[in-house]
């Protein structure tokens, strides 16, 4: 059965930093690309970052790729999102997924965590 975990979300003020982490199981973990999405309230699920399973090009959404970092260590069956200098605007359920293709749309994916709830106070 395969289980991807998040966790590393909470409440934080504008500015400051949170690390995320997703713990998988039941799967080939270095085998698969992985990705990070986010859905705010009343919003479609969006992506944010993706990472090949070889480490290599990791991909983000423009508009984070100077806050965010995305990383992986296949020997752990981890990953992470490393967020800086958040704003009110990052605060959103964030959501690791596993799938054959490091790529934007979420129907690249097709394993999905629960969720992590990030919240930033102005």
């Known amino acids: 059965q395969v289980q991807l975990v998040e966790s590393g979300g909470g409440l934080v003020q504008a500015g400051g930093s949170l690390r995320l982490s997703c713990a998988a199981s039941?799967?080939?973990?270095?085998?698969?690309?992985m990705g990070w999405f986010r859905q705010a309230p009343g919003k479609e699920r969006g992506f944010v970052a993706a990472?090949?399973?070889?480490?290599?090009?990791?991909d983000y959404t423009n508009s984070l790729k100077d806050r965010f970092t995305i990383s992986r260590d296949n020997d752990k069956n981890m990953m992470y999102l490393q967020m800086n200098s958040l704003k009110p605007e990052d605060t959103a359920i964030y959501y690791c997924?596993?799938?054959?293709?490091?790529?934007?749309?979420?129907?690249?994916?097709?394993?999905w965590g629960q969720g992590t709830q990030v919240t930033v106070s102005s």
């Open positions: 039941g799967l080939a973990f270095s085998r698969y690309a």
């Open positions: 997924a596993a799938g054959t293709m490091a790529k934007p749309s979420t129907k690249e994916y097709g394993y």
């Open positions: 990472i090949t399973w070889n480490v290599i090009t990791p």
